[in-house]
Each structure stands twice: as C-alpha cells, then as structure tokens.
C-alpha cells in the first residue's frame, strides 16, 4: 500500500503545480465571444503607447523567432485561431495579398497556435508566401505577453497589432467574436502610416 501511495502523490503534486501556474496567469472575461458565449483570455493586455513584449515563437522548421528578430521595421501582426478554419484563411490571404501594395520596409507575421506542419501545408495549398507564419504551439509566450491565449482552448483570439520601427505598439485591435474579421483597413492605415514616419 505505501508504494503506491509515493506515485500517487507525486502525480497529485504535479497536477495542483500546473493549475497554479494556470491560475496565475491575469484572465479577462468580457473581451471576446465565440458565437454568443463569452471566452476567458489569460495572459496580459497590452496598451498603444507602450513597449511591444518580446517573445519567442517558432518558424516552419522549428527555429526560434523573437520580435527583435525584425527590430526597427514597422510590423504588423495577424492573429488568428487557426488556419484551418474559413474566417482565419480569409484573413490571412487578404493580408498576403496586401504586401504588395504596402512599402518594401514592412514586416507581415501571422501568427496561431497551429503546429508549423499545419502552417506549412496550409500557405503552400493556398499560396500563401508574402507574409511570415510563425507558430505559438510551442511556448505559448505570445499568446500569454500579449493577452490573448484562450483558456481551455489552446487557441489565440483573432486580433491585430502593428508595432513603429521602435519598438511600440501603435494600434490594436481584438476582434469581439471570433466569427468575425477584422478591421483590415484600420490596421493597414496604421501600418503604412508608420512607414511614412520612417522615410520621412
């Protein structure tokens, strides 16, 4: 009986440590719905004005990036659930298909909880190559900085960000329902407007 009883409380200790680090985590409860029930997003919201965190995310062969990676260039983030789905696809092409109209300092992240395989199959089959894809599956970091992680899910709430060539977050936008798409104008308007600041 007492052999059992050490792996049973190991396994019980391992359990309550990964509900607390969960627990820890800020929630915010009223942000964002999927259809008409309410979502929980853990992590830390992020304010226009403030230093972009930085955070660490992995590319389609697994290689680190960090948001210094692309430092002084103005950025552009999508955010999406994930790719496989009809919302998250429009998205992400109606961005690939504006980088050409867009000045040539630009960077354009997409990035979702999608494992890289996943990534990677869903920009060759619909063509998707002018954008960057990067993947939170690993670390969840992004999701946590920046405030969208969806509890229970895994997933990132659809949202915006466009970040100066300083490092500072100039627009944001989460989406209220994850069914609905963004404001693409808006955040495009942000972006090439923080490019004119830099060639100016």
Request: proline letters at 4%; a negative charge; one cysteine or more.
């Amino acid at each position: 009986m007492r052999s059992l009883f050490v792996p049973f409380s190991l396994l019980f200790s391992s359990f309550a440590f990964s509900v607390d680090i969960q627990s820890g985590l800020n929630a915010n409860y009223d942000l964002v719905k999927a259809g008409d029930k309410p979502v929980t997003l853990l992590g830390d919201q992020v304010v226009v004005g403030m230093q972009a965190p930085n955070f660490k995310v992995v590319d389609s062969k697994f290689r680190v990036k960090t948001l210094k990676d692309f430092a002084g260039q103005p950025v552009l983030i999508s955010v999406v659930p994930s790719l496989d789905t009809g919302v998250c696809s429009i998205q992400t092409k109606r961005f690939n298909d504006s980088v050409e109209e867009l000045p040539q300092d630009i960077v354009m992240l997409t990035i979702s909880a999608d494992l890289p395989f996943a990534q990677k199959r869903f920009c060759q089959a619909e063509k998707v190559d002018k954008l960057i894809t990067l993947s939170d599956s690993v670390w969840r970091e992004f999701g946590i900085h920046y405030g969208v992680l969806i509890k229970d899910m895994g997933l990132l709430a659809r949202s915006i960000f466009v970040i100066g060539p300083d490092g500072k977050l100039s627009y944001k936008e989460i989406v209220s329902n994850l069914s609905e798409q963004p404001n693409y104008e808006a955040a495009l308007s942000a972006l090439s407007a923080l490019s004119e600041q830099t060639e100016s």
